[in-house]
């Protein structure tokens, strides 16, 4: 067994793990949020509306996901939108919508700017070694990393690639893989994307095998591949708010 193989082997134990956890969390939100509702229709919460208690609940589930994965964003954003669904109650009508949504926004890219490796969970090791990351596009041997924010961007892989992390916010990115080659046939994707898209434009006589998590968003595919390709192309990742489209060509 090769070091792709024990790679892979190690990240879908992990992906188990991670998507048994979700699975734990989200259902708690849904118990905790029931008993909520019914206490609110019984006159325990002092007549607080039905769907400010619903989209606070949502929101809080939303604010403690972000905390796991260590998003700014995901967690800002979430406060923002619960101060914007409460704000009469909370006596903060004179910063909705929008000053919030700026203030948010200014607070995601500040935060990011000064705590860079704070949601770095997945590293690119080239060697044995974190590779370093620039703010927009970095590549060291068959590793590939590329990052978008507040903008659109289009990216073409040529040459061997083991591995492709990206991370896109409040933008688009398109990555074309058409004249790539995958080391020993095998290639795997990480995406981190919120408030914006992403299109990987993938061989359509390869396997591809995606395993991504959405959070008011979605992953699709546009086309078929070959379920039998030599080639196969893993993509994970999370996205939230925002769309991932696999195209193939």
């Known amino acids: 067994m090769n070091e792709i193989e024990v790679s892979i082997g190690q990240d ?12 734990i969390f989200w259902g708690m939100v849904l118990v905790f949020g029931t008993i909520a509702l019914l206490a609110n229709k019984l006159g325990y919460l002092g007549g607080i509306g039905f769907w400010s208690i619903a989209i606070s609940i949502v929101l809080a589930a939303i604010f ?4 796991i994965k260590r998003s700014f964003g995901e967690m800002l ?5 619960f101060i914007i ?16 949504l700026l203030a948010a926004c200014a607070l995601t890219i500040g935060l990011k700017m000064l705590f860079p490796r704070f949601g770095k969970r ?8 974190s590779a370093k990351t620039v703010s927009t596009e970095n590549r060291e041997g068959s590793s590939v990393y590329y990052e978008n924010a507040f ?10 690639v083991s591995e492709v992390n990206m991370e ?5 990115i398109e990555v074309y893989f058409s004249d790539a080659v995958l080391v020993n046939n095998t290639a795997r994707v990480h995406v981190e994307s919120s408030f914006g898209g992403v299109e990987l434009y993938v061989p359509s006589d390869w396997k591809v095998m995606m395993n991504v998590d959405t959070s008011f968003g979605a992953a699709e595919e546009t086309g078929h591949c070959n379920p039998s390709g030599e080639n196969t192309l893993y993509v994970e990742g999370e ?9 193939y060509i």
Not at 12 to 21: F, L, S
Not at 77 to 81: D, K, L, M, T, V
Request: aromatic share 8%; net charge positive.
């Open 12 to 23: 879908g134990e992990k992906k188990k793990m991670g998507k048994r956890g979700r699975k």
């Open 64 to 67: 403690i996901d972000g905390m």
């Open 77 to 81: 954003f979430s406060i923002a939108f």
């Open 85 to 100: 669904a409460n704000d009469e109650m909370l006596g903060l009508e004179a910063i909705t919508p929008w000053p919030v």
């Open 122 to 129: 997945h590293h690119i090791l080239i060697n044995g070694k």
């Open 151 to 160: 903008g659109s961007t289009v990216k073409y892989i040529t040459g061997e």
């Open 168 to 172: 896109n916010s409040f933008g688009g």
């Open 239 to 247: 996205v939230s708010f925002g769309g991932l489209d696999i195209k």
